[in-house]
């Protein structure tokens, strides 16, 4: 059963960064779109980024576009966001998702991935 583990989540103040990885251990990320989503406290999960697999196109939600930057590193098999800038809106649980898109295609809908974490805690508070 594939699974993905995600990590780097805590407490930060406003202003803060964090830098989230993402790793499946025995499954290739390579050859999977990536995407990042978060649960807020009493809100849906969102879809906030994507990378895909050809070319390394990214994709951002506008709230955190110029702050978060996804990335993937095919050598180590883990995908990260780095988020900078952090306010209290991004407490979240955050997840990462593999899975097939049509050239990035609808990249923020859920049903379009395959392979899920379990979630990291992102709080940011002072």
């Known amino acids: 059963q594939v699974q993905l583990v995600e990590s780097g989540g805590g407490l930060v103040q406003p202003g803060g960064s964090l830098r989230l990885s993402c790793v499946a251990p025995?499954?290739?990320?390579?050859?999977?779109?990536i995407g990042w989503f978060r649960q807020a406290p009493g809100k849906g999960r969102e879809g906030i980024s994507c990378v895909t697999k050809s070319q390394g196109i990214t994709y951002y939600t506008p709230s955190v576009k110029g702050r978060f930057t996804i990335s993937r590193d095919n050598a180590k098999n883990t995908v990260y966001l780095q988020m900078n800038n952090l306010n209290s809106e991004d407490t979240a649980v955050y997840y990462c998702a593999a899975g097939s898109l049509y050239w990035g295609t609808n990249w923020y809908r859920q049903d379009g991935y395959d392979y899920w974490g379990l979630g990291t805690q992102v709080t940011v508070s002072s």
């Open positions: 025995g499954f290739s990320l390579e050859a999977y779109d």
